[in-house]
């Protein structure tokens, strides 16, 4: 008989290399069926990250979904077969042009467990001396900003990832960032 509710059956259709639309018919005790959609992409890491004088790396890039630039911190894909905390070195050091001198992880979350079907892995990293020279990557632009600026970028919504504020809140919640002295006008 089985336990109710219960998937009667599933599709997945790709939409690119980036992404997919999980098809799934859910059935219910009472014998009735629904469908619903979910986007289907790579687990997805979010690194909040100090540099050696106490900065936070952000970065501001245009984001088509808003249509607009928006400031955020550094993130990216997991690749297939690469591990998170290894995506997380590699991204700080692309958009950032920071080595990692101590990755921290800081938790494993659902995005929206509504529509997406992916995990956010979310990561503190002490970065190291930035080399002379360093490049970032084409169409990012770094800004390092005190805990204080950051917070005033969240309130006023230059910085609007919500996923994001959620990786500010657990680097707080571990003791490595206290944004708590920043008080909205």
Known sequence: MGEFPKIKSKRTIDISPWMNVIEREVAYKNGTTALYHAVGQQD???????????????????RP????????????????????????????????GYPSKAVHALGIHAPCTGRLSN???????EAGPR????????GI??????PNE???????????QQLHIGALM????????DLSAF???
Do not use: K
């Open 150 to 160: 950051l917070a005033a970028m969240i309130f006023s919504g230059e910085f609007p």
């Open 183 to 185: 008080t909205p006008r």
């Open 65 to 96: 979904a808003m249509e607009r630039f928006t400031w955020e911190l550094p993130a990216g894909l997991v690749d297939d077969g690469e591990d998170p905390a290894q995506t997380c070195e590699r991204e700080l050091l692309e958009e950032t």
């Open 119 to 125: 995990m956010v892995h979310s990561y503190f990293v």
């Open 131 to 138: 080399p002379q020279g360093a490049t970032i990557e084409a």
């Open 44 to 62: 997805y890491i979010a690194i909040v990250a100090l540099t050696p004088d106490g900065r936070i790396p952000v970065v501001r890039q245009y």
């Open 141 to 146: 632009e770094l800004n390092l900003v005190s």
């Open 170 to 177: 657990l680097a707080g919640m571990r003791g490595f960032l």
